[in-house]
């Protein structure tokens, strides 16, 4: 799943779901488009 957090809250429901379900969340840098795709595909397996 992609989610989008804009905020210190909606990070910190970002933080509670990572721990619910003890699955590491990747923090994905929208600055470098190149990074993304990287991690992007590295994530979804392409």
Not at 21 to 27: A, E, H, L, S
Request: overall charge negative.
């Amino acid at each position: 799943s992609i989610n989008f957090v804009h905020d210190a809250v909606s990070w910190e429901m970002v933080q509670s779901i990572q721990k619910h379900f003890q699955r590491d969340i990747v923090k994905v840098p929208t600055d470098d488009w190149d990074t993304v795709e990287k991690i992007l595909r590295k994530e979804v397996n392409v």
